[in-house]
């Protein structure tokens, strides 16, 4: 059995979703469909909930009308048969009558829980709706059945699993079987979600709880390129990336995949491959805990980066200092990407300065403090492993015209990472490209 997530994009219109059906159409086997909302939806959600909770009322019934008509015009598009349009409008409508209910009443954050899932809701039905209508064989479950999450946000693996070995067996019979991304139910059984961008992890999980035999994330390029494309002409695909690789770049910039997707993938041994819904049958990348001894695989760079540097005369053979120092972003729940330290002194990044004011004055009690914005982090990932040869220097060469402000390596066996100006983005991007690949 695989499990068969489509992005946003991939469904994002009547006839992206014809595509998408007759792809899964072809699919062999047993496959798990895991839909994201139709591209744009989530966000139009979103908006509507941020003018609810501004009291913005009519702001949040316009957007509602909007995003119902684009639904009506999706429908006719999709659907040949009056009966399949018939029973697409009813969900339709019944979906946006409570997207409305929500509006007058006050915003808490249950508000805009609810409103946000109805993107998957939508869009799996019509989805199943179109399978029907075109002669598919195949069955709609409730993620809110199944995708619970714990009192931290987190998956609440042993309840999903459980459920799922209850839910599988009474669909035996159907070689697909379709499912929301992104939403969940909450310890409290209330409607929830898993973040932006959650659809990878809910088919990350669900691949892993059930032990799929792969989990294939359609999205619309050919999987992971070695370079950022955009920066970058000359880019090639990479066939083979270890998790911890992928994690690696998915962090770093390269957006294809969230980067908690995967986790359970990788914990569970579950492969995970990214194809391209334009080229179905290109290579795409794939996924999982084999290395590929002795390679660089890619570059991937993250933006806006502030680094902020702390130099004290007292860290000379004192302990407890970095404590200190790390103490002061754990109080502002503020993540460090990079770090590195010196007798003297320690730099780190942050890419969330939204306390930064507060962190500068509190890092201040601790020694000189200085900081550097628009900073760019760039990544080189692959088979780093410390006894290997030569392939620090590589990349440093690479980067030998280009002001280096800090450098991280060792931290993983997986990747040295690079912290530049934001004017040598480009620049560094392409020389590492030549130099590497
Ligand atoms: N629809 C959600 C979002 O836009 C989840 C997803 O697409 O992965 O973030
Ligand atoms: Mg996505």
Redesign the pocket.
């Known amino acids: 059995m695989k499990v068969q997530k489509f ?2 994009t991939s469904v994002g219109s009547p006839q992206r979703i014809k595509n998408v059906a007759s792809l899964i159409k072809s699919f062999p086997g047993k496959n798990i469909i895991v839909l ?2 139709m ?1 744009g ?3 139009s959600l979103l908006e509507i909930t941020s003018a609810i909770k501004e009291g913005e009322l009519n702001k949040a019934e316009e957007i509602t009308e909007k995003l119902y008509q684009k639904y009506l015009d999706v429908i006719q598009e999709l659907f040949s048969t009056s009966e399949a349009r018939q029973k697409a409008l009813k969900l339709v409508n019944d979906v946006f009558e409570e997207i409305k209910s929500w509006i007058p009443k006050k915003y808490t954050l249950r508000t805009e829980k609810e409103i946000v899932s109805k ?2 809701i939508i869009s799996t039905h019509l989805m199943q709706y179109y399978m029907e209508e075109t002669g598919e064989k195949s069955v709609l479950i409730s993620a809110l059945d199944f995708m619970f999450t714990d009192n931290n946000g987190e998956p609440a693996y042993t309840s999903i699993k459980n459920r799922l070995n209850e839910i599988m067996p009474k669909y035996k019979d159907y070689d697909t079987i379709i499912t929301q ?2 939403i969940c139910r909450n310890p409290e059984g209330k409607v929830d ?10 088919a990350s999980i669900i691949g892993a709880m059930i032990g799929a035999d792969e989990v294939d994330i359609w999205t619309d390029i050919d999987g992971m390129h070695n370079n950022d494309p955009r920066f970058v002409e000359e880019t090639d695909p990479v066939h083979n990336l270890h998790f911890e690789e992928a994690a690696e770049l998915a962090y770093f910039g390269a957006k294809i995949l ?1 980067p908690t997707c995967i986790l359970p993938a990788k914990l569970n041994n579950v492969p995970v491959r990214l194809l391209n819904t334009m080229e179905p049958n290109a290579e795409g990348t794939l996924i999982n805990n084999e290395l590929e001894h002795g390679s660089i695989k890619a570059v991937a760079a993250k933006d806006n980066i502030t680094a902020i540097k702390i130099k004290s005369s007292r860290m000379l053979l004192a302990y407890g200092f970095l404590k200190k120092v790390f103490e002061v972003f754990e109080k502002y729940r503020t993540p460090i990407d990079m770090i590195a330290t010196s007798e003297v002194g320690v730099s780190l990044t942050i890419d969330d300065d939204s306390h930064i004011d507060e962190i500068i004055s509190d890092l201040k009690e601790l020694g000189t403090v200085s900081v550097d914005k628009d900073m760019v982090i760039i990544c080189v990932v692959g088979d780093l492993e410390w006894q290997n040869k030569g392939f620090e220097a590589r990349a440093l060469d690479a980067l030998r015209n280009i002001p280096v402000r800090m450098i991280s390596y060792g931290g993983s066996n997986y990747n040295i990472s690079f912290l530049i100006d934001k004017k040598n983005k480009t620049k560094a991007l392409r020389l590492l490209s030549y130099h590497l690949f």
Do not use: K, M, P, W
């Open positions: 992005g946003g994201s909302a591209s939806t989530t966000n993107g998957e991304g992104f979600n898993l973040l932006r961008g959650g659809s990878d992890f809910t969230h």
